[in-house]
């Protein structure tokens, strides 16, 4: 169940920030005990594959606090930060030890589809939302939530590896700012629509 758990921090963090909790599980694999790589996965703990992602979060942390720009970047992040959660999911052997299920161990594809589903919504979310921020703040507030979305992917990478126990509760934190960020970009839609339905003059 604590893998479970492991796989499902990570993936939302992923969600949020795709290189934050791979960064994370190749430098604890690489130096600590505390990450575990299954076989097929060394290559996540490799320096040079290191430094790689931690170029791409350099990039990534830039290109995600600039208004218009943003947005831009959450769509090339459409299929990268569901990719990373797969990975980070399975990387954690969260797929093998699933509930103890034989079942997981014999489909490891599952793990990645688990991954990828939940990384994918936490980012349909952000995606949906920084517009609306930007839009309602004049882009003053991009800077601001993308910092918040960096700690809290940084935040759940950590938890997932070393309290995975504590994941529901910080999932239960994260939902939220994310249920008021939806009802803020349904109102918003709303307003929009009223407007254009408005007859001009």
């Known amino acids: 169940m604590l893998a479970a758990l492991t796989g499902l921090g990570l993936s939302t963090a992923a969600g949020l920030n795709a290189f934050i909790p791979l960064l994370v599980v190749g430098v604890l694999a690489n130096l600590t005990d505390s990450v575990k790589l299954p076989d097929g996965y060394s290559w996540l703990s490799n320096w040079g594959v290191i430094v790689v992602i931690a170029v791409l979060l350099v990039a ?113 934190l994260l939902a939220v700012p994310a249920w008021w960020l939806i009802r803020r970009v349904r109102r918003y839609r709303a307003r929009r629509r009223a407007a254009r339905g408005q007859p001009s003059g």
């Open 60 to 172: 990534e942390m830039v290109l995600d606090k600039i208004p218009a720009v943003d947005s831009v970047n959450d769509a090339l992040q459409t299929v990268v930060r569901p990719a990373s959660g797969g990975v980070v999911f399975s990387a954690t052997n969260a797929a093998a030890e699933f509930e103890s299920s034989a079942w997981m161990s014999e489909h490891p594809w599952a793990g990645w589809l688990l991954g990828i589903v939940v990384a994918l919504a936490v980012h349909a979310v952000k995606a949906t939302a920084r517009p609306v921020v930007n839009a309602g703040t004049a882009g003053v507030g991009a800077p601001v939530v993308s910092t918040a979305e960096d700690a809290g992917s940084l935040g759940m990478s950590l938890i997932a590896v070393f309290a995975p126990v504590l994941v529901v509760v910080a999932l239960l």
